[in-house]
């Protein structure tokens, strides 16, 4: 297992902790573009016999003081049979690991944020316990775009795989579900960036302190090669228009800004920033 990855954004210790890695088609993830055109990005050495492509679940602990916010909580480890074997194959189930190598337990967190509900994202928001289906972080708030949780809670055709209840809803039972709205602050100096495009409440996550930024993506890009190219869109993507406008703002806010980027789904741990280099944004890892 990955050691957490430590970084510092102006005032705040951020540290980059693995769930381990989800395993996904290629195509699905590169959406319209060829398999020719991304294959070389991936290597082919990185597809497997499934055409598959690991994909990392990289979350984010962020700490200033007595707060304790963790962003993201990965696929967790409730899945079993055939529902992890081949609806979300991959290696998984390892954060709370990750915080113990950071020395803290589920009773330290103070705050979850997730990007959105989607599966890989929110797994460890909740355990089984005695049976029952609980908090995982018993003491911290959990904060959740409100568009996003009513289309979790009301999930179509296309969505109800991803949308798992058990991942969300024991949070309203416990009262510790939060709903917010657009740029809502989770912490001072942490807030909500809305990028619609994966879902339509999709929103990022947004550190700033004394003149220094960072930003962690969520699915705004599932390989950081599609921050570089906006128009490589996941075919995952409800609104890839949407995507599409989303990312070429956010290129030029991270680029202006020179923001550390956190993204979810890179190689472990997913953190560079968008470089102008030869007339072309490239991500440069760090």
């Known amino acids: 297992m990955d ?33 020719v055109m991304w294959e070389p990005v991936i290597g082919r050495e990185n597809i497997d016999d499934e055409h598959r492509i690991q994909l990392g679940l990289n979350c984010m602990v962020v700490r200033r003081g007595d707060d304790v916010v963790l962003v993201e909580t990965g696929m967790g480890n409730k899945l079993h049979g055939a529902m992890r074997d081949r609806i979300f194959p991959g290696d998984y189930g390892y954060l709370l690991e990750g915080l113990a190598k950071l020395n803290l337990r589920p009773e330290d967190i103070t705050a979850v944020a997730n990007t959105h509900l989607h599966a890989d994202h929110c797994g460890w928001n909740t355990v089984v316990k005695d ?24 999930p ?19 009262g ?3 709903l917010v709205s657009g740029e809502q602050q989770v ?22 302190s004394r003149g ?18 906006p128009a490589w869109i996941a075919a995952f993507d409800i609104l890839p228009l949407a995507t599409l406008e989303t990312k070429k703002k956010f290129a ?5 800004e020179n923001a550390l980027l956190i993204c979810v789904h890179n190689a472990f741990p997913g953190v560079g920033r968008l470089r102008e280099q030869d007339g072309k944004r490239v991500f440069v890892a760090e």
């Open 3 to 35: 050691q957490p990855a430590r970084y510092t954004v102006g005032d705040f210790d951020i540290a980059i902790v693995s769930d381990g890695h989800l395993k996904l088609d290629g195509g699905a993830v590169f959406g319209l573009v060829p398999r």
């Open 131 to 154: 049976g029952e289906i609980v908090p995982a972080f018993p003491n911290a708030r959990y904060f959740v775009q409100a568009g996003e949780y009513k289309a979790a809670r009301n």
């Open 156 to 174: 179509n055709e296309r969505t109800k795989s991803t949308y798992l209840a058990e991942n969300f809803e024991p949070l309203e039972r416990s």
């Open 176 to 178: 510790q579900l939060e």
């Open 187 to 208: 912490i001072p100096g942490l807030h909500f960036l809305p990028t619609p495009g994966h879902t339509a409440d999709h929103a990022s996550l947004v550190l700033s």
């Open 212 to 229: 220094e930024t960072a930003i962690f993506t969520g699915d705004l890009v599932h390989h950081a090669v599609q921050a570089e190219r």
């Open 252 to 256: 030029e806010r991270a680029i202006r």
